[in-house]
């Protein structure tokens, strides 16, 4: 008999669907959330009314262009956290309501672990290349900044963290300081692409073993934009190509360095990136360098991929399923956790 599992993602400002039969991609409906944009970043209690004025809309639609009747899923999936709690708590509801109403197995998920494992969504028809345990990945979004040893879908090692800023967290306020739009990075790398990488030298850190820092880089980024100012008050606007291309250079730089580290010290050659970030042209060109260089086998996430989406939810859902590790009803969301 089929497995069909509908993943539900609502951690932060992005509600998805998805549904996902015999380990193939059916089906991911995303509703992301503008009301944010004029506020320069998300507001929670905002996020949480969007969830549930999205939610009911998006599982229906996934399950439509799945073509699947809701009293044929097997299971549901849905994350757990970390995450905006606001936001988690619509979306962990709403599938526990939903399984125990059709009398279903609901299944946690780790919202970082399934962003590491989006590597193992395989859409219909597609003959797609997965990782072998075990392989490391680098997860960068707003809010993580990790170096991952994945030795199996369940068992993940973070052999490094940043101890402050996360890689898109800093990129994005270095785009604020410059007057850019929210959220900066995708406009980071747009103006990147037209300008020098080593127009300017930003500070990097020296950190010991795998960790990482990027407050100093902001820090040093504000600081220096402050001083050209001073002698040219149309610095940023004359100079916001090379300035872009210099401060995304220094973060891949950042992180490929760690990134190098670890792969040598475990002797590991399968590197995977994943988040936010991951959609970073520089830092998928650094990829491919590193590939041809230190003979990577290397794996970067479609760009739909990258962001929140249920997709990444529904297959660690089915991998679960697999070991039947399922949630019961009191399990509740958490907002800070780990992989
Ligand atoms: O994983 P994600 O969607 O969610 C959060 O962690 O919140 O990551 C969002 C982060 C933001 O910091 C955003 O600026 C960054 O990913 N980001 C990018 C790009 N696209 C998104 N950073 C650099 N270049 C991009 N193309």
Request: aromatic content about 8%; hydrophobic content about 40%; charged content about 20%.
């Amino acid at each position: 008999m089929s497995v069909i599992i509908l993943g539900i993602e609502s951690s932060c400002d992005d509600t998805s669907a998805a549904v996902i039969k015999d380990g193939v991609l059916l089906s991911n409906v995303i509703a992301n959330q503008a009301v944010h944009e004029s506020y320069g970043g998300v507001v929670p209690e905002l996020a949480s009314r969007a969830h549930q004025q999205n939610i009911l809309p998006v599982v229906h639609e996934a399950l439509k262009r799945a073509g699947v009747k809701k009293e044929e899923l097997s299971a549901i999936a849905f994350t757990r956290g970390p995450g905006l709690m606001g936001s988690l708590l619509v979306g962990v509801s709403f599938a526990k309501g939903f399984a125990r109403s059709l009398n279903i197995p609901m299944i946690d998920v780790n919202h970082l672990a399934a962003h590491v494992l989006a590597h193992y969504i395989k859409e219909e028809g597609e003959e797609s290349v997965q990782p072998q345990y075990p392989f490391l990945c680098l997860l960068v979004s707003g809010g993580n900044s990790q170096i991952i040893l994945v030795k199996s879908y369940k068992e993940m090692e973070v052999l490094g963290q940043t101890i402050d800023d996360a890689a898109g967290e800093a990129i994005d306020k270095c785009s604020k300081v410059m007057g850019l739009g929210y959220p900066g990075g995708p406009i980071i790398d747009r103006l990147a692409r037209q300008g020098n990488p080593k127009a300017y030298s930003f500070n990097k850190p020296h950190i010991p073993g795998l960790d990482y820092s990027f407050s100093g880089l902001k820090t040093s980024f504000l600081y220096s934009l402050r001083d050209w100012i001073k002698d040219d008050p149309d610095f940023i606007e004359n100079h916001k190509n090379d300035l872009a291309a210099s401060l995304e250079a220094t973060v891949v730089d950042i992180l490929m360095d760690k990134l190098r580290k670890a792969a040598k010290q475990y002797n590991i050659n399968q590197v995977a990136v994943a988040g936010g970030v991951s959609a970073n042209t520089g830092l998928r060109n650094a990829f491919h360098d590193h590939a041809k260089r230190y003979g990577w086998k290397i794996f970067i996430p479609k760009f739909g991929y990258t962001t929140d989406n249920a997709a990444m939810v529904a297959i660690v859902g089915y991998l679960k399923f697999q070991d039947k590790d399922f949630a019961s009803i009191e399990l509740p969301p958490y907002s800070r956790v780990t992989i």
